[in-house]
């Protein structure tokens, strides 16, 4: 089992639809997530950070749930420059150098007018 | 925007030529790191290091190695490129937390 595992895509959502991805990771231990943005042949960026409480950011939303090992992003009111690959992050255990970020594989996103 | 340079973006070169991939970054951070991604698929960690003359290899088994003489710069260095090398490298850097990391526009590698 792959230690973070998204849903496969692509997702194709007209302008102004609300889209939601989900992603499971298999290690209890993780401490730390996010869902960083990657547009076609670029470097991911920084999305949002998930927090235990959930997080809101303008049309963003991420969640966690512990419990169920599981994270989703909601995306409200969608725009075509929402199109891109969404990557599930999870911070794996700390080692004694430090932190390693585990990529999921991505969801890819293509918004249409 | 962030300040990770890479270069050079794209090389295209023949097999048992030794490469090196350049990475920098302005931002002080002390944390920095090398990924691989193959299109369509996940970004794998192969190297990492922490600050100057700390390095470690990351989950994906690699044959490149990496150096860490000064902070703001991370090569990465194959000895004699192979076809199973081509990729996109991706070079980044964090500060403390780890978690926000800042990625360079990556190094697209083809091996012929």
């Known amino acids: 089992r792959k230690e973070v595992e998204q849903d496969p895509g692509p997702f194709n959502v007209p302008e102004g639809a609300t889209v939601a991805f989900n992603c499971t990771y298999s290690?209890?231990?993780?401490?730390?997530f996010f869902w960083y943005r990657q547009d076609c042949r670029k470097e991911p960026k920084l999305l949002m950070s998930v927090y235990s409480s959930g997080n809101e950011d303008g049309r963003f939303t991420a969640q966690l749930n512990r419990a169920s090992q599981y994270i989703s992003l909601l995306i409200r009111d969608s725009k075509l420059s929402d199109s891109a690959t969404y990557l599930c992050?999870?911070?794996?255990?700390?080692?004694?150098?430090?932190?390693?970020?585990?990529f999921g594989k991505g969801t890819t996103l293509s918004v249409s007018s | 925007e962030a300040d990770i340079y890479q270069t050079p973006r794209y090389l295209v070169i023949g097999t048992g030529k030794k490469i090196t991939l350049e990475c920098s970054q302005t931002?002080?951070?002390?944390?920095m790191y090398w990924y691989q991604q193959d299109p369509g698929m996940e970004l794998h960690l192969i190297h990492y290091s922490y600050g100057v003359n700390s390095t470690e290899k990351g989950d994906l088994s690699s044959e490149s190695t990496v150096s860490r003489i000064r902070t703001e710069h991370f090569p990465l260095t194959l000895e004699s490129a192979r076809p199973s090398h081509t990729s996109q490298y991706l070079c980044?850097?964090?500060?403390?937390?780890?978690?926000?990391?800042?990625f360079g526009p990556g190094t697209r590698l083809l091996v012929l």
């Open positions: 290690n209890s231990a993780s401490q730390s």
């Open positions: 931002m002080g951070h002390d944390k």
């Open positions: 992050v999870v911070i794996g255990s700390y080692n004694q150098a430090g932190t390693a970020l585990i």
């Open positions: 980044a850097s964090s500060g403390l937390g780890g978690g926000t990391q800042y």
